[in-house]
T-cell receptor
């Protein structure tokens, strides 16, 4: 079965700085990859997803992610972080079943 | 339109009691998922409903957990004889089509605390 690792439990960045959140997956075939954001008191919201095609995926709120098969990674990036980006971010991977596996999450703190 | 709603938002129960958690998906969504989010861990898939098909129960952790979906809409997750390790946030999500390739829309969750 597929699995996801998010190596960073907590990251702190200054407002305006760039951001990269790491995600590594394990799956034998081409995975379906997702990034979700969970803001305090809010439900999870899809930021972006990758199924096939261009390995650089653009999402909402200025986020992007790049699928690198050779590294089994799907890192999330944003050039300039805003205070409102403070939240928990989850990477998820799906295979050929109904079971979508989520990582443990990375909590992002944004310093003024 | 309205998003996915869940009730109650918080539930405190005593060990050994049964609890029912409710999910109202977005109208017209045929797929419905339940997940469990334990402290410091990612979401754990529990069960998946698609239309009138038999649900995929492969993620249910024990036979104390069950779920049903009436009329292809509202779903209830039931936990019998609750244990302290059942304490978690239970999330429901719905989507238009079949499979998680379709964007899932999540509810705010029910926070369950078993004393």
């Amino acid at each position: 079965a597929q699995s996801v690792t998010q190596p960073d439990i907590h990251i702190t960045v200054s407002e305006g700085a760039s951001l990269e959140l790491r995600c590594n997956y394990s799956y034998g075939a081409t995975p379906y990859l997702f990034w979700y954001v969970q803001s305090p008191g809010q439900g999870l919201q899809l930021l972006l997803k990758y199924f096939s095609g261009d390995t650089l995926v653009q999402g909402i709120k200025g986020f992007e992610a790049e699928f690198k098969r050779s590294q089994s990674s799907f890192n999330l990036r944003k050039p300039s972080v805003h205070w409102s980006d403070a939240a928990e971010y989850f990477c998820a991977v799906g295979g050929n079943n109904n079971d979508m596996r989520f990582g443990a999450g990375t909590r992002l703190t944004v310093k003024p | 339109g309205a998003g996915v709603s869940q009730s109650p938002s918080n539930k405190v129960t005593e060990k050994g009691k049964d609890v029912e958690l409710r999910c109202d998906p977005i109208s017209g969504h045929t797929a419905l998922y339940w997940y469990r989010q334990s402290l410091g861990q990612g979401l754990e898939f529990l069960i998946y409903f698609q239309g009138n098909s038999a649900p995929d129960k492969s993620g249910l952790p024990s036979d104390r957990f069950s779920a049903e979906r009436t009329g292809g809409s509202v779903s209830t997750l039931t936990i019998q004889r609750t244990q302290q390790e059942d304490s978690a946030v239970y999330l429901c999500a719905s989507s238009w089509g079949q499979g998680y390739q379709e964007t899932q829309y999540f509810g705010p969750g029910t926070r369950l605390l078993v004393l």
